[in-house]
């Protein structure tokens, strides 16, 4: 597959013009940077396609991201959900809302543990309330600037993490516990970093939905470039790092993915990420294949 995007105004041309001006815009959407190619496409999202002149494409990851960051607990839903699980018991989840320093974890590395569009997310199978979690996810270069943007899937094991908050590590980073997807909208001069994101999430499980919800980054209790600058303190980056932002969507408790669920996180501003969910092996004998090198803007 090859860059929907004009030559030098891919990621890497976005990293430089961010290490040279120390800042950046966002461009409107995906459909906006196919608009600014050189030769038309169609992107379907039911199948995880994109079709040129040339014939039908995959869409797969579109950045081979070093290391995936998260971070957590930083919008109210999220903040009371956690309250819930714990049975009110564990207040210092009110406190990191609240605090000047974020809840920040390391979710990936090297991709082992992260797919692409239409790949399998999973689940322990020693958990039993597993959920996905649908985030914005920044991509940052070496100086933490936000050079780009797409969507992500930070899946937890909602049980296991509730459990003992020492349990954090368990819960969240395992194999397929991490997607990220369809494409990454780089920094322009059209739309700032802090205009409005929507983000939906629907579960489908036979066809039929059984779980749906919204939220939007009005809703965010921390600023994109806070969590950025949060992430790189005393810490060492390499371009294409991707930090993701936290989630506002979260089913009810006893609700919980099952292998053959449909995940779909959209948005109108930055297009579909849909993954089917699988149980996954107690000792995998190896990594998802690789993620990018054909993407969007690898």
């Not at 957590?72 to 699980?85: D, H, I, N, P």
């Not at 991490?178 to 001069?189: H, M, N, R, W």
Request: contains cysteine.
């Amino acid at each position: 597959m090859t860059d929907l995007l004009p030559e030098g105004s891919g990621l890497a041309g976005a990293i430089a013009q961010a290490r040279s001006a120390g800042r950046g815009t966002l461009s409107t959407s995906l459909m906006d940077l196919a608009a600014r190619s050189d030769r038309s496409i169609t992107i379907d999202w039911a199948t995880n396609t994109w079709t040129d002149a040339t014939g039908d494409h995959a869409l797969v990851a579109p950045i081979s991201a070093p290391e995936v960051w998260a971070a957590g607990v930083t919008y109210k839903t999220s903040r009371e959900a956690r309250l819930e699980e714990t049975n009110q018991k564990a207040s210092f989840y009110a406190d990191v809302y609240d605090a000047d320093r974020p809840e920040l974890f390391l979710k990936d590395n090297a991709e082992r543990r992260t797919v692409g569009p239409g790949a399998p997310i999973g689940i322990r199978g020693d958990s039993h309330l597993t959920v996905p979690e649908p985030e914005f996810a920044l991509v940052l270069d070496r100086d933490a600037n936000i050079v780009g943007i797409t969507l992500g899937n930070d899946v937890t094991a909602r049980d296991i993490e509730a459990a003992n908050p020492l349990y954090l590590p368990q819960a969240k980073i395992f194999s397929s516990s991490c997607a990220l997807g369809p494409a990454v909208t780089i920094f322009d001069e059209a739309v700032a970093v802090t205009d409005h994101f929507d983000i939906t999430l629907t579960i489908t499980r036979g066809g039929a939905e059984v779980f749906a919800g919204e939220t939007n980054t009005g809703q965010l209790n921390r600023r994109f470039s806070d969590l950025a600058r949060h992430v790189s303190r005393y810490n060492v980056l390499a371009d294409g790092t991707v930090l993701l932002t936290g989630t506002g969507v979260i089913p009810p408790l006893d609700f919980a993915l099952r292998a053959g669920d449909v995940v779909q996180i959209a948005s109108a501003q930055l297009g579909v990420l849909e993954n089917p969910v699988k149980m996954i092996d107690e000792y995998p004998s190896a990594a998802p294949a690789p993620l990018a090198g054909q993407g969007v803007d690898a």
